[in-house]
């Protein structure tokens, strides 16, 4: 038996797992990771290479080590001359990830490392019961649930029976490869406004320059974070923490995020190539689309049409509880604390119930807006390492 399970392997899994081993409570013997995938962060890994993105959204002080400081001190030792960017040392993805590696070799993860899918959970009297696809059983008194809801792709509804039928039309994040990208039939359209669209939009401009479009429902929204810097310390959490309503939590939650923003150097960036004419970038809400000869003809509600040849949607995940049938049966069994949003009620420590903590998004009615992010997987193993402290 295992002192502690984590489900996911992602950035927050691998937080929480480094936060156990390296305050002195566990050793490498004690945890178990699982995960769908053979290496810790694949997701990850695979998703900012897709786009070729530079530089994280995030400071210098969020990333997966215990010391705030850490990422930081292995720039310097690295001697990387363009590890940080701009005004809040914003790292360069290749020096977060080599940090992240280096990491995972002090802590030996791949020994801690179980490949598979959870299936179901069990609660037993003094543990928990985990069980893989492949029919093995692992138990453990602890169980940390770090999943995300990057399984849940948002396709606009005038998108859909393309998205299932054609050979050119992708969601970023959902079935779309590097290579793909190389070859794809042009004209490119990329739908959406966002970090992920504007990333896409710049990479896909030397391979395709001239024949990319960004098409947006609104005008660019323009925020250094994803959520005012105030959600991650007391000036608005004081406020959040007080309040005891989870639907007013959830308002605010929504309300917080900038959601379709994008950095002001990233906006620069786009307004260059739009000026050069090497990139396309129209305001205009599709009414419908189909097939047309070779190409995929997109109706505007505004009475424009656009005939392009691929369809990229850069068009984020559905906020949703992450639909996994073992999760359901999990929150059935144990009756479990939900909110009307659907999101676990939790304790200050991301208890669900004794011995069930949650990270990630399912921790975000307690962490607030930055429970997603680095920073949220900071505050979650934090947590977490606090409480089995007392």
């Not at 974070?225 to 989870?246: E, H, I, V």
């Not at 990270?359 to 089995?388: H, T």
Request: aromatic share 10%.
């Amino acid at each position: 038996m295992y002192e502690w399970i984590i489900v996911g392997g992602g950035i927050h899994g691998c937080t929480i797992t480094n936060f156990l081993i390296k305050t002195g409570q566990y050793g490498t013997r004690d945890i178990r990771i699982i995960d769908r995938y053979k290496e810790p962060m694949t997701n990850w890994k695979k998703n900012t290479s897709l786009i070729s993105m530079p530089y994280l959204r995030s400071p210098s002080v969020h990333h997966i080590d215990v010391d705030p400081f850490s990422l930081e001190k292995f720039a310097k030792e690295s001697q990387c001359g363009d590890a940080f960017y701009g005004t809040y040392d914003r790292p360069s993805l290749h020096l977060f990830n080599d940090h992240c590696d280096t990491i995972f070799e002090e802590i030996n993860i791949r020994e801690m490392w179980i490949q598979g899918e959870v299936t179901q959970i069990k609660k037993k009297q003094f543990h928990w019961e985990i069980e893989n696809r492949n029919g093995e059983i692992v138990k453990s008194k602890n169980i940390v649930l770090a999943i995300s809801i990057s399984d849940q792709p948002v396709i606009p509804k005038w998108g859909q029976l393309l998205f299932q039928e054609s050979d050119n039309v992708f969601h970023v994040y959902d079935n779309l490869e590097v290579d793909k990208l190389k070859s794809m039939k042009y004209p490119v359209t990329i739908i959406g406004a966002g970090i992920t669209a504007a990333h896409l939009a710049i990479k896909l401009s030397k391979n395709f320059p001239r024949n990319v479009t960004m098409l947006k429902r609104h005008p660019f929204r323009i925020h250094s974070f994803d959520s005012d810097p105030g959600w991650l310390g007391p000036k608005y959490l004081n406020f959040y923490d007080n309040m005891t309503d989870y639907e007013k939590r959830r308002n605010l939650i929504v309300d917080a995020r900038n959601k379709g923003s994008i950095p002001r150097e990233l906006y620069h960036q786009l307004r260059y190539l739009e000026k050069n004419k090497i990139i396309n970038i129209q305001n205009g809400e599709v009414e419908k689309a189909e097939k047309k000869y070779q190409n995929i003809q997109m109706h505007l509600t505004n009475g424009e049409r656009i005939a392009t040849g691929s369809i990229i949607f850069a068009t984020g995940f559905s906020p949703h509880l992450p639909k996994h049938n073992w999760l359901s049966k999990l929150i059935n069994h144990e009756n479990l604390r939900c909110a009307k949003c659907g999101y676990p009620v939790v304790t200050r420590s991301l208890q669900w119930c004794d011995h069930l903590y949650v990270s990630g998004p399912l921790a975000e009615l307690e962490i607030g807006p930055v429970a997603r992010n680095i920073a949220g997987a900071r505050k979650a193993a934090e947590r977490i390492v606090a409480s089995i402290s007392q």
